[in-house]
């Protein structure tokens, strides 16, 4: 994390014309109350002034689905001291009368096994889901790109690029 950064605070936001997911990082500096919690991030009031334009169509409103925090690492510790954290999430797709592929609101869950169950659970239920597994270090926000580990029924394709597939 940058010099004087004491907390990140990535943003997943839905654009409101097209509905693609897409992320935006929210760096707070060092200062009396900064926040270094997403239920800090929400009463800070900081939200407010985020603005958002889609990469894809250039919409300028958005809602968020969900927010992943980073805090700064604790000094002195060296790169083998740090643990590697394995985040599973799983992103459901809903269909709609008009159009498949609403995007749900992405959530974690504890293992690999979870991961897979719950994309099935959500894909049967909803018509698609994707499980997928990132490996990195939050404190560095030091991250790897995300494997995708399952693909379940109908999900839109730009979904799918920004995963690496083995």
Known sequence: ?????????????????CSKIQTQNVDVRNAPGAPTTVNDLNESGLLEKVSFVCRDCECPSGSIQAVT??????????????????????????RRQDRWSQPLAPFEVR????ARRVAKEIA???????ATVQAGD????????????????KVPRHALTDFRVE
Request: charged share 30%.
């Open 124 to 130: 049967e239920k909803f018509g698609g889901a994707l």
């Open 69 to 94: 925090a980073y805090r700064k690492a604790n000094p002195g510790k060296t790169d083998k001291e740090r643990p590697r954290l394995r985040r599973y999430v799983v992103a459901g797709y809903e």
């Open 1 to 17: 994390m940058p010099e004087g950064i004491i907390a990140r605070f990535t943003l997943h936001l839905m654009c409101g014309n």
């Open 138 to 153: 939050p404190e560095l926000d030091d991250w790897e790109t995300p494997e995708l580990l399952l693909h379940v029924g």
């Open 111 to 114: 293992s690999e096994e979870a």
